[in-house]
């Protein structure tokens, strides 16, 4: 059974920093690609930064450059996403996404979700 659960969230003061984490069960970690993604209530959700199968690979929304880094640990099984600078726009609800290869097809599985909370 794929199980993803993040960790870390909270509320932070303006120009604070955080760390999300997400570790996963269930499936062959290191074949697997890993996002973050962040909704606020009312609006779609957002892909926030992605890592590839051995994390050289990364990507990042234009707001989240420079200020957040996603890395994975793939002995841990664990995916971080390091956030720092943050502003009250940061606000939302924080899900860890894995996509995992099946055959010629990715099956998608998500996390439950974390509120991160930025106000001073």
């Known amino acids: 059974q794929v199980q993803l659960v993040e960790s870390g969230g909270g509320m932070v003061e303006p120009g604070g920093s955080l760390t999300l984490s997400c570790v996963a069960s269930?499936?062959?970690?290191?074949?697997?690609?890993l996002s973050w993604y962040r909704q606020i209530p009312g609006k779609e959700r957002d892909l926030v930064a992605h890592v590839g199968y051995s994390g050289d690979a990364t990507s990042y929304e234009d707001s989240a450059k420079g200020r957040f880094t996603i890395s994975r640990d793939n002995a841990k099984n664990t995916v971080y996403l390091q956030m720092n600078s943050l502003t009250p726009e940061d606000t939302a609800v924080y899900y860890c996404?894995?996509?995992?290869?099946?055959?010629?097809?990715?099956?998608?599985?998500w996390g439950q979700g974390i509120q991160v909370t930025v106000s001073s």
């Open positions: 996404q894995a996509g995992i290869l099946n055959g010629g097809e990715t099956d998608i599985y």
């Open positions: 269930g499936f062959a970690f290191s074949r697997s690609v």
